[in-house]
Structure formats: C-alpha cells, structure tokens
C-alpha cells in the first residue's frame, strides 16, 4: 500500500474516523440530577450498549473511512465492479444520515456521544465527497521523495562513460584530445600533416552524406505527477491497468507520441497519455 498517495482530504477522513471512534464511548445523552434525589444508580449508555446504532452510525463510518484510504493507497481494488472508494463514500454518507435522524428523535437531552459523533459524520461526510473535486484537498499529504540517487535519470551528471545522461563521441567520431587516444601525440592533439608534392587536399565525403542524422536518444527519467492520472495498457486499450498517484516517483522509460511509458514500482508498464504539469526529478 502507497501511502504516499494519500491527499489531504484523505487526511481529514481519517481524523474525522479517529474522532467517531472516541465518541462511541461517550454518553449518548445527558440529564440534570434534581435535587435531594439519588443519581448514582443511572448509568449513561454509549453505542456500544446500542448494536444498531452502533453499526449503522458509528461503525459504518469508520469502516467507510477504511475503504476511502484503502481504495486510495491501492488503486484499481473493487468489489462487484465498484471501487472501493465509492464503497466508502456511501458509507460515510449513511453514517451522517442515521445521525441526524438519531439526533432528531431522541426523547433525552442528546449526550456528548451523539452531539460529538454528528459532527464527526459532518465532517468525514464532507471531506470524503469533497476531496475528488476541491484543489486544496486533492493536494498530496506528504511531500513526494527525493529520488535515490543524486541525479535522477534524464539530468545532468557528472562525465562517465555508459551513464545515462553523460556526453559521449558521435558514432564514428573522434573523442576528445588525450593521452593514449588516436590522433594525439604525447597527450596534445596532432597536427595535420601538408600533403606531399603540392597537392591540394581533395575534401572527402561524409560517411552519412545523404542519410538523415539520427533522432536524439530518449533518456529515462524520474516524475510524478500533480493529479492522479491513469495509466493505459501499452496495446492501447482503454481500460487503464493503474494510476499514477501525486507525491509519488515514476520511472519514464520511453517517449509514446505525446505520451510517456511509465514504470510503476511494482514493475507493471503503461501509457501516461496527459504529461501537463508533470514534475521531472
């Protein structure tokens, strides 16, 4: 599970539930004790004393909590063709609707359970509907991770022969000037030498006169992605295989058009179709 995926509405879910959960313990309602009156045998009932309630308003919203971040960290679950992320929205909807007609019909004065458990069902109610659509709470929960190594594929690192991204001699070039290397003399390059009887040097052809230089190699680098994105079966099927969660780096190992090749980190390879505000590593 990618945690990692997670925004800030899922934030807001998940502490709203913690919220639910404490008040299942607490009195769902409250009375004044007259006076000159012995008290002490009324005990006050929480949800756990009420199994419908409990299930239906208290449980029912942490376990929709559950499936919203569940569905989150692993994309692509589902249960009967519904994702799980939709499991949990209704949940969290029908906590927040036996709630309020709880509330309602109460004959007592409602406890702190019950004034505290409604607004807990507000508030994951809210955030779970709201966090696919408001900007702020689709914005990841934790800062994406530096990749491993200092310079990510496609950057600049230092000049070595085989690294990915460093400057290496043209096909059938010459490499620079050094010791050892063909055409220096003594580690300084060698001077062309006048050409016998007079004659004029006669300009030789180029070897790739008439063929079209070659298009510019694709190098591998790291991104990740501002939104949660699809990623598409590389036979061009429309049913994504995965998505692309923010906060989160992906390997691009070939260009596809427009597109990119991703690599998840399970090793599963697609088409990214949108690119627009990607982040390079």
């Known amino acids: ?108 004065d409602a406890g702190a359970g019950m004034i505290l458990g409604l607004l807990a069902t507000i508030a994951l109610a809210a955030a779970a509907v709201a966090a696919p659509l408001v900007p702020a709470l689709k914005a990841p929960l934790m800062g994406a991770p530096r990749p491993q190594q200092p310079q990510p594929y496609g950057g600049q690192p230092q000049a070595g022969y085989g690294y990915p991204g460093a400057q290496q001699p043209p096909y ?20 062309p030498q006048p050409p016998q009887g007079g004659q004029q040097p006669q300009p030789q052809p180029s070897q790739g006169a008439g063929q079209a230089a070659p298009a510019s190699d694709f190098s591998p680098f790291w991104f990740a992605v501002p939104v949660a994105r699809p990623l598409y079966a590389e036979d061009g099927s429309p049913t994504p295989i995965a998505e692309l969660a923010p906060g989160t780096w992906y390997l691009a190992v070939e260009q596809r058009g427009q597109g990119l090749v991703a690599q998840t980190q399970d090793g599963r390879r697609g088409v990214l179709q949108d690119t627009t505000g990607i982040q390079r590593g």
């Open 172 to 191: 059938g070039g010459q490499p620079e000037g050094g010791y050892g290397y063909p055409g220096t003399q003594g580690g300084q390059p060698a001077q």
């Open 1 to 108: 599970m990618n945690i990692r995926s997670l925004t800030r509405g899922d934030g807001v879910v998940i502490g709203a539930a913690v919220v639910l959960f404490i008040a299942s313990f607490l009195g769902l309602t409250s009375f004044d004790c007259p006076s000159g009156v012995d008290c002490s045998g009324f005990e006050k009932t929480n949800a756990w004393d009420s199994l419908g309630l409990l299930m239906s308003m208290f449980l029912s919203g942490v376990i929709g909590a559950a499936l919203i971040v569940v569905g989150r960290g692993m994309p692509g679950r589902k249960i009967a063709g519904i994702d799980l992320g939709q499991f949990g929205v209704a949940f969290c909807i029908f906590a927040l609707w036996t709630a309020f007609w709880t509330i309602i019909d109460m004959d007592a």
